[in-house]
């Protein structure tokens, strides 16, 4: 290269450096902080890059341009401008942002019958975008469903979770899917991993196998998109916990790839906690040919969190006290926590037989290993207090190791064929398949005497510095084996203009089996061919307007006893519960849609039974029925050109009967709110007056629960309120969002749940509640390329 050429380029270099525009929004003089510096570097560092790139282009741009052009343009002739992105390439970027806020449910994926639009759905079905993830700078997969107000969580003492829909509580394996395959709900799932999460309310069967009523929660994964892009993530969460991550679509042809990374350290919304996060998955979808297609998918997902408030267990005959401020140091211990690692593998193969037959089939391999220290807050009695000097509530703090399963191993699977033909006036979609999961689950051998660290006033908190202290390990057993095997056959019948009828039937196969630690098998139950039906009717008298009605019958496993019960680990009986609903859902111009339902459902109550007890400790088992009855409603999409929505309400009327025992029975189910509800907006101020500008707001609602079986002590209502706010602009021709979100900024203090159970290191307990996340924020800023 001539001496003359470097210094064109050097020159065009630093022109296209320093005219690289910058957001119109920014003052011409700004000072900015240490860390905003880096990061601002960091973009810089970007724009030359890009900028050389550039440099190179238009360089080689303008050889040929001197090279003499044919003098007559070829038929069809096609010109590309490297250096320049595409439509397409815009489009992607556009999309993978998600500042176009685009919360509309469009489409459902219902297992064996496929992907059918969200209207045409004869079940209730709520979900959260991508925009959603996205612009809400959501963290955890589990944090989506805050805006399904059929949905809660029961938080337990080991760091884990279970949902709650429409009153049911689920368990830890058979109400959750990935990509329609079976994975535990209570393993950590970030949201750098996924696309979107949908939750099918109530019972689901009869497409789905053995499960509890407690509805489908579907996550699905991010996949190669058609345009490759790079998109880079610099965050940061209150009080001190910097975030980088990266999403990689690369590829063209048959074979593309999708890479995510993440990294987070810092200190979470406690003083002196500690979280750590690490993650790296890989997608890749493979065009075997012009009708079959293969996806791949791997994941690995590290997370640690320690010095966060540990869960508030009380007695029936201790009234819970209102909810004190998570974010006060002292709730939790340094050495009080979890670390939790999970590896996930997973793959499926389309089939396009025919126009009008299709076949999938799948396979997911999870294996979650978990160390956990549980930090027991024992609310005390009265006369306890008085005993130790304490004027109003306090509690007894202890440490000790958990006895839930430390490792959970997990293999589901699914097939499925699909078609669909006619016969006379009645249009046929047919499918036929199966799905089922098999686990493995290993329980550790602690030392039954926790570690006491203190006990205080419940609104003044002890931080132990230097407890160094953690409860010891005895060994570990396999202590437990579920499986379960569907048939799955159905027939969705479009019966002329307005009417379409489905029927849904699946034949289930069930074992479980429970083992002590000398290997020795202590419990087994089998079922065969448990038969789960569902049958549906639409009546669509408007394209844009559906009447539905469905009833169904399931069976599900047996839940497992839980910790601090006397029978911990016992596999409880099957269970059979049985479902009614009906409603509407409208589409208005496409945009908007409009869901309203009722329902009402039952099934067999397992909770701690304090009239039985064994040495001291309560048996956990199944005593009287659960009833719920209720009504949803949901709105979804954009009000107007700039205006997106997402919320709606749950009544739900949940009771326990038939327990045998007054105190219990004709009583509110514990944790159950009777109303629930929460609202999103997102609003993008005209282009005419802010180019990129947009503000959202959250209002989430939580009722009255009942705090115990007896319904002699109550959890309050509760209101939060999240803001945030975003701007999207262009440097070096590549897209840039800054996001800003403040979550519960009225510092709203109250308990996110309180449900019937126990866990080891609080006996004579029954009942646990978990405090809501205190005010914290949350700061991103993501390029596109």
Known sequence: ????????????????????????????????????????????????????????TAKAAEASSQVKAPSQKTAGERVYVRGKKTDQQEAVANEVSGVKADYLNKEV???????????????????????VVENQQIRNMEDATEYMPSVQWDTANDSTSEIVNRGFVGDDVTNSRIDGLTARISAPYTSEQFDHLAVLNGMAGAMYGPMSPAGIMDMTLKRPTKQPFFNFNFGYDSNGAPLESGDFSMGKGPIKGRINLLNQTGQSYVANSNIWRDMISGDFDIQLNKRMKLELDASQYTIGVYGLPGEFAYAENVQLPSAPNAATPGYGQSNGG?????????????????????????????????????????????????????????????????????????????????????????????????????????????????????????????????????PGILGQYHAGYMATQSLIAGDTMDIGRYFTVMGEFSWGWIRTMGFNPKGEET????????????????????????????????????????????????????????????????????????????FAATRPYAFDNFDDMINGRPVYGLFGSQHD?????????????????????????????????????????????????????????????????????????????????????????????????????????????????????????????????????????????????????????????
């Not at 680990?569 to 309203?596: A, H, M, Y």
């Not at 004709?666 to 990129?692: N, Y």
Request: net charge neutral; glycine share 8%.
């Open 523 to 598: 419990r087994h139950y089998d079922a065969n061919v448990a038969f789960s039906p569902s049958v549906g009717m639409t009546f669509h008298p408007r394209k844009e307007l559906n009447f539905y009605f469905n009833w169904g019958k399931s069976i599900q496993p047996g839940p497992v006893a839980p910790g601090g019960s006397a029978n911990n680990g016992d596999i409880l009986p099957l269970i059979r519960s049985e479902q009614f609903e009906g409603g509407l859902k409208w589409t208005v111009r496409k945009k908007l849609q409009i869901n309203l339902d009722g």
């Open 109 to 131: 994926d219902l297992g064996p019958l496929g992907k059918i639009p969200g209207e045409k759905a004869p079940f209730s079905v709520m979900s959260a975008s991508h925009d």
């Open 629 to 785: 009855y209720g009504i949803e409603y949901q709105m979804s999409g954009n009000l107007t050109r700039d205006l997106s929505i997402l919320g709606g309400f749950t009544w739900d009327h949940a009771e326990l009967e038939n327990t045998g025992n007054p105190l219990t029975s004709h009583r509110k189910v514990t944790g159950v709110a009777p109303w629930q509800a929460d609202i999103l907006f997102d609003w993008r101020v005209p282009k005419e007056l802010v180019s990129g500008l947009a503000f959202n707001a959250n209002v989430h609602y939580v009722g009255t629960r009942a705090a115990n079986v007896t319904n002699t002590t109550w959890a309050d209502e509760y209101v939060t309120l999240d803001l945030g706010a975003r701007y999207a602009t262009k440097i070096c021709d590549h897209n840039l969002v800054f996001r800003f979100t403040v979550d519960n900024v009225t510092q709203e203090q109250y308990w996110s749940s309180a449900f019937a159970t126990t866990n080891n290191g609080a006996p004579n307990t029954s009942n646990e509640a978990a405090l809501g996340l205190p005010r914290t924020w949350h700061l991103t800023a993501s390029m596109y390329f």
């Open 1 to 56: 290269m001539s001496i003359r050429l470097m210094k064109h380029y050097a020159g065009y270099l630093r022109r296209k450096i320093f005219s690289c525009p910058l957001p119109p929004i920014l003052p011409e003089k700004i000072r900015f902080a240490p860390d905003a510096v880096v990061i601002m570097r960091g973009v810089a560092g970007i724009c030359a890059v890009l900028a050389i790139q550039e440099a190179g």
């Open 338 to 470: 979890s670390v939790t690692s999970a590896s996930m593998g997973m793959e499926k193969l389309f089939i396009d037989i025919s126009r009008h037959w299709k076949a999938k089939l799948g396979g997911l391999y999870q294996d979650t290993a978990r160390n956990t220290f549980n930090i027991s807050n024992n609310i005390g009695s009265s006369s306890y207090c008085a005993g130790h000097g304490i004027d109003g509530s306090c509690y007894q703090q202890t440490l000790i190791h958990s006895d839930q399963n430390d490792n959970y191993m997990l293999w589901s699977n699914f097939a499925y064929l699909n078609g669909d033909f006619r016969t006379g006036l009645i249009h046929h979609q047919v499918n036929l398949g199966t799905n089922g999961y098999e686990s493995n689950y290993d329980v550790p051998i602690v030392d039954e005497n926790p570690i006491i660290i203190d006990t205080s006033p419940m609104y003044s908190p002890s931080v132990v510095h230097g407890l160094g202290q953690h």
